[in-house]
């Protein structure tokens, strides 16, 4: 009787650690997508506009990375983390490629020609496009209803953005398509590592393979004249929390959760931004971007399901 009793309750722990990973998962998912969610409007106001700029955009893009891979060797350092195979040192440089220098430098140079509000409706599909590229790049199958997914919500983005741009594209516009498929293929880069290191050492090994370009080229671009306070409290932020401590939540949010139902937790991103963006920059939102905003989520969360469905299907 005792040890039929042993056998019924042993699976109760486990499953109620499984739902105490799952919460902190959620929430290390949550804290990650908030912090990334002020990065598009911390390098509005970094960088500035044409007609008002501040610190360069190769500056702030450049210059995050170079300050954040200097507090990533001594985080390295400080654990005694282990060097990379011949192997990752690859992957570590495909990733970089993508998230240090690709999406942010991008980003910038698109952020200075378009609001963040603007920025924050189109890089809202930047899940769908790390899917996208993730099935692509590494052999993922995926159904019918996937990829039209994916159709329908890069022509809702193409759409906006030409009725934003007075029914014609602008030049920011193509930037933040390039910002979109670089950073989404830093992301792919990055998540394959995830599963062979720590999260936390693969962004921070990341920024370190980065610190012989980033830091003579932060050096070559920083300011020759004096800036706002305002832009360099924007230029410490992503250098912080947007280029390295943001990763330690969401990498951990992945981790503890599981990447399928973790990563739906980046849906809140695109309204966080926008949120950020009112009393960060003073900007204003109309009911139209809103709709828009709302049909491009409905699609990714469309296209997040059919992902799962298509996974589900395979088995284990």
């Known amino acids: 009787m005792n040890s039929m009793t042993s056998a019924v309750a042993l699976p109760a722990p486990c499953a109620a650690e499984q739902a105490v990973a799952r919460r ?13 969610a002020l990065t598009i409007p911390m390098t509005r106001l970094a960088s500035g506009s044409l007609e008002a700029p501040q610190l360069s955009p190769w500056f702030v893009a450049l210059g995050r990375a170079a300050l954040a891979g200097l507090l990533a060797l001594l985080y390295l350092l400080a654990v005694r983390a282990p060097r990379p195979s011949a192997a990752q040192w690859r992957g570590l440089a495909l990733t970089a490629g993508g998230v240090v220098f690709g999406f942010p430098v991008f980003m910038g140079l698109a952020v200075q020609r378009v609001d963040a509000v603007h920025a924050s409706v189109v890089t809202g599909i930047l899940p769908l496009v790390t899917a996208v590229l993730g099935a692509w790049l590494l052999g993922q199958r995926q159904r019918a209803p996937f990829w039209w997914c994916a159709v329908l919500g890069m022509a809702l983005v193409v759409v906006f953005a030409w009725w934003r741009g007075g029914a014609a594209l602008q030049a920011a516009d193509g930037l933040l398509a390039v910002a979109l498929v670089l950073g989404a293929l830093g992301y792919v880069w990055g ?65 503890l959760g ?41 699609v990714v969360f469309a296209s997040r399901r059919a992902a799962s469905a298509a996974a589900s299907s395979k088995g284990p």
Do not use: C, K, N
Request: charged share 10%; proline share 6%.
């Open 191 to 255: 998540a394959r590592l995830s599963a062979s290191m720590r999260p936390e050492h693969v962004i921070s090994w990341v920024l370190v393979l980065s610190l012989p370009l980033t830091l003579p080229l932060a050096w070559a671009t920083r300011p020759s004249a004096p800036v706002q306070a305002a832009s360099w409290a924007g230029f410490a932020y992503v250098a912080l929390f947007s280029m390295w401590i943001g990763f330690f939540a969401w990498y951990r949010g992945l981790a």
């Open 258 to 298: 599981g990447t399928v139902r973790i990563s739906q937790v980046q849906l809140l991103q695109p309204f966080l931004s926008i949120l950020a963006a009112v009393p960060i920059l003073g900007e204003r939102v109309d009911a139209a971007t809103g709709v828009f905003l709302l049909a491009v989520m409905v």
């Open 24 to 36: 902190r998962g959620f929430a290390y998912g949550t804290l990650g997508v908030a912090l990334f």
